[in-house]
């Protein structure tokens, strides 16, 4: 029989607790909790465990502290949420000095014990941090990817659904650049199961529900008060890692890092990406026209600029 796949989830808050029990559901591997909080890994761990015997789930899940990366030995996958999330008002951004330091001690402890794994970051701000992880672990560049297309393009086919009156698995959205409020939905690649969206909604109303779209993130903070958004970031995380140990070849928009496509290289921006047993197999390129071509460089000089702050 073959050995299960180890998922390694490094955070244990919001985002960490929901994915372990996405995995468990899906059958998708063993399930370590790693977070600075041990007790909150180790209980998140043990009510996962509870779960079990009604889920009819063979895989298990298990949490430790920091102190103790050994945990980790091996993992397939490790998806990253470890550091703090936005309180209302605080751009993604504002995050980067506390959360650097959480990314760099957790890609020292990746790079130690889990040296083949395809690592997910979630972690904001996210261009940033999928940078730091991929400097500090040395990692290959196939093999470190960034979370925040799915989820953004996740929140683009809601958004257009519930306008349009349709179901939100049949709008198929691109979304392109950094993992900020400058990223850029692309109408024109978006259709409804293949129709123009302009059949279902004015330009006006399209264009609300771009802003929105950008805007997603913060809308979410400024309803919980407390926290981020974590159902859909953990779903969209989940959804990626699954591609990888699947080799489902699916095209998700990811943070990769670019060697010249779209005119960009040595950052990670978020495009088209196949993600299979590589991990990111290919990159895929689309060409842009001149409005098209400005909205995403305005969205790399963001990018850009927050990766400085990271003096990496
Ligand atoms: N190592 C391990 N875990 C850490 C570390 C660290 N160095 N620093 C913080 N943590 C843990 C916290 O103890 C907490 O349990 O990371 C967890 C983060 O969980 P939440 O605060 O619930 O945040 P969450 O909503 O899961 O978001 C995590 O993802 O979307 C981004 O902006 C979001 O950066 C945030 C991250």
């Not at 043990?46 to 895989?59: H, M, P, S, Y």
């Not at 958004?159 to 349009?164: I, N, S, T």
Request: aromatic share 4%.
């Amino acid at each position: 029989m073959a050995a299960r796949n180890k998922i390694a989830l490094i955070g244990a808050g919001q985002i960490g607790g929901t994915m372990a029990l996405l995995c468990l559901q899906r059958q998708l591997g063993d399930v370590v909790l790693v977070d600075i909080m041990e007790g909150v890994a180790k209980g998140k761990a043990l009510d996962l465990q509870e779960t079990r015997g009604v889920l009819k789930a063979d895989a298990s899940v298990s949490g430790g502290g920091v102190a103790d990366y050994t945990v980790i030995k091996d993992a397939d996958v490790c998806i990253v949420t470890a550091g703090v999330p936005r309180k209302p008002g605080m751009s993604r951004d504002d995050l980067l000095k506390v959360n650097l330091e959480a990314i760099t001690r957790v890609a020292t402890g990746i790079k130690q014990h889990a040296p083949n794994a395809f690592v997910i970051v979630v972690t904001n701000p996210l261009d940033s941090m999928v940078y730091a992880m991929y400097k500090v672990t040395g990692f290959a560049r196939n093999k470190v990817v960034g979370m925040a297309g799915v989820l953004d393009t996740a929140r683009f086919q809601y958004f257009v659904g519930d306008a349009a009156g349709v179901a939100p698995q049949d709008v198929n959205a691109l979304v392109l650049g950094g993992h900020g409020d400058d990223m850029v939905p692309l109408l024109r690649y978006s259709s409804i199961n293949g129709a123009p969206l302009t059949k279902f909604l004015d330009r006006a109303k399209l264009d609300a529900i771009v802003e929105r779209t950008r805007k997603g993130g913060g809308e979410i903070v400024a309803l919980l008060g407390t926290g981020s958004a974590f159902y859909a970031p953990a779903i969209s995380a989940v959804t990626m890692a699954e591609s990888y140990l699947n080799d489902s070849k699916r095209v998700l928009p990811c943070s990769c890092l670019l060697d010249g496509q779209y005119g960009v290289s040595g950052l990670f921006v978020g495009v088209p990406a196949v993600i299979g047993k590589a991990g990111v197999e290919r990159i895929v390129e689309v060409d842009l026209d001149d409005a098209e071509r400005a909205m995403l460089a305005r969205s790399v000089e963001s990018v850009r600029k927050s990766v400085a702050e990271t003096n990496l």
